[in-house]
């Protein structure tokens, strides 16, 4: 059983992490132009993996194939297609574990005769869009793509498709799951005059336009969809948004992510686009957090910045947690600082990790600098509960025990673990206590059986089922306690 502080009965003098053996394994590819969006997913049935991305500058889709994860095969003859929604595709798995994609965008209609079904926005929603003066150029004000009627650029909001024999295979009549006024939508890069002069974020809500020009993510967690896409809160500053749904066709209004102890930091942070997946019942992301600097010279924006003052400046990737996908904790930044100039050139691969074929590492990819490169985690060393120098103390929850317990550790030179068995009237019991615990020291190993004096089968038949595990630690990691037969 993986560790975390949920687990826990009670604890003191505990750190927690999660990923703290993610590592830079090696370059497997040399890449002869950017990726862009690049979305991994692996076909459970045949066992192999596909790395999808666009082609820089364009909205045609291309791929590579794996069957290790290691050695990629580009097919050279492939291209997918679909306008608009090839500009962001992504990759997920449906319930049945089939693979299916979604893409496209809310485009405002800035391009004669770029879509012919449009309509005023105010004949579907009470909302009136009002531009930036930066937005002027954009043409028609108040006009979108109609997201009623079929439109064959795919730019009248996100679209789902079953992937079926390298082709993509519309599940809504040819029309968009959700549209740029989806409800309860915070965005407001299309919509009011901007946060800085409009402080209260919930201003936002059903104000603007969701362009959809990010990526997106969506997970199954045994009962319903998310949906993870970008909020434009203003131009230059991007979060996250969430939707949930138990078909894909239908989904509920939009609300933002919470991050714990964070608040939006207008035009200082940047979530740029969405990486979100599962492992077991849990969620992870790996996201860039942009931090906004100043830009010198309001006259010379920066990249993709149109005529505002802030530029792009220092960026990480970051890991975030989730136990139930809304509310997050921010653990940790993954990948060392790195410039952003131009995003497009530098992307971690969206996607769930890659199982390695001896099951032993998640395989993680990052397009960067002229190379494909892959880092990984240890499947059995996902999170850990850690102790400094002062010893550490915590119970786990109950679970079923069995004839001998193993441990998952990491104990320093200077550290050591032990551990006692507490029975259901909070009381130790009689020949498992820490007095009788075989202390572990200078260790490094998955598979660390525990022994009370000398021996290490479990014979407590006579304290009743409902039995407890403490721990006291110094200098250690403890990724699991497994109970075996």
């Not at 959700?178 to 919509?191: E, N, P, T």
């Not at 259901?424 to 572990?440: A, E, L, P």
Request: glycine fraction near 8%; hydrophobic fraction near 35%.
């Amino acid at each position: 059983m993986q560790l975390n502080l949920k687990s826990l009965e009670f604890y003191k003098n505990i750190g927690y992490d999660l990923f703290d053996q993610f590592k830079y394994n090696k370059n497997i590819m040399k890449l002869t132009h950017p990726m862009v969006y690049p979305s991994i997913i692996k076909d459970i049935k045949t066992n192999t993996i596909y790395l999808f991305y666009r082609w820089f500058g364009g909205n045609t889709f291309q791929m590579y194939t794996s069957k290790d994860g290691i050695k990629f095969k580009k097919r050279s003859n492939y291209k997918l297609e679909y306008d608009s929604c090839t500009h962001n595709l992504t990759f997920f798995h449906n319930k049945h574990n089939n693979i299916m994609a979604i893409g496209g965008r809310q485009q405002l209609s800035y391009k004669k005769n770029r879509c012919v079904h449009e309509i005023n926005v105010k004949l579907i929603d009470k909302t009136s869009l009002r531009y930036h003066e930066i937005d002027k150029d954009w043409g028609k004000a108040g006009l979108i793509h109609n997201h009623l009627q079929v439109c064959p650029k795919y730019s009248n909001g996100l679209h789902c498709f079953n992937y079926i024999g390298g082709k993509l295979k519309h599940i809504n009549k040819e029309l968009p799951i959700i549209s740029g006024i989806h409800k309860g939508r915070f965005d407001a890069l299309y919509g009011t005059v901007g946060p800085q002069y409009i402080p209260d974020i919930n201003i936002h809500r059903n104000n603007g336009l969701s362009l959809f020009d990010g990526t997106h993510t969506i997970l199954y967690d045994g009962k319903k969809y998310i949906l993870y896409a970008r909020a434009n809160l203003s131009r230059g500053n991007r979060y996250i948004q969430y939707a949930t749904s138990t078909n894909l066709i239908n989904w509920s209004p939009f609300n933002i992510i919470d991050i714990k102890g964070r608040k939006i930091q207008m035009f200082t942070d940047n979530f740029y686009f969405c990486n979100f997946f599962m492992i077991g019942d849990q969620y992870y992301a790996i996201v860039p957090l942009n931090k906004k600097v100043l830009n010198p010279n309001p006259n010379k924006p920066a990249f993709g910045e149109g005529q505002y003052k802030y530029g792009l400046g220092r960026s990480h990737y970051v890991l975030m947690h989730s136990f139930d996908g809304i509310h997050w904790n921010l653990i940790k930044k993954l990948v060392e600082s790195i410039q952003i100039k131009q995003h497009q050139k530098d992307f971690f691969v969206m996607g769930p990790p890659i199982v390695s074929n001896d099951g032993k590492q998640f395989y993680f990819y990052l397009a960067q600098k002229g190379y494909l490169k892959m880092f990984t985690v240890p499947t059995n060393r996902i999170s850990c509960i850690s102790s400094s120098k002062t010893k550490g103390h915590f119970r786990l929850k109950y679970i079923p025990l069995k004839k001998h317990i193993t441990i998952n550790a990491i104990v320093k030179c200077n550290g050591y673990i032990k551990a006692a068995l507490v029975d259901g009237n909070d009381k130790y019991i009689n020949g498992y206590t820490f007095k009788d615990f075989n202390t572990i020291k200078n260790i490094d190993s998955d598979n660390i059986i525990l022994t009370w004096k000398n021996q290490s089968t479990i014979r407590t038949n006579n304290v009743g089922n409902q039995i407890y595990i403490e721990i006291q630690m110094v200098n250690a990691k403890l990724y699991s306690i497994d109970t075996l037969k």
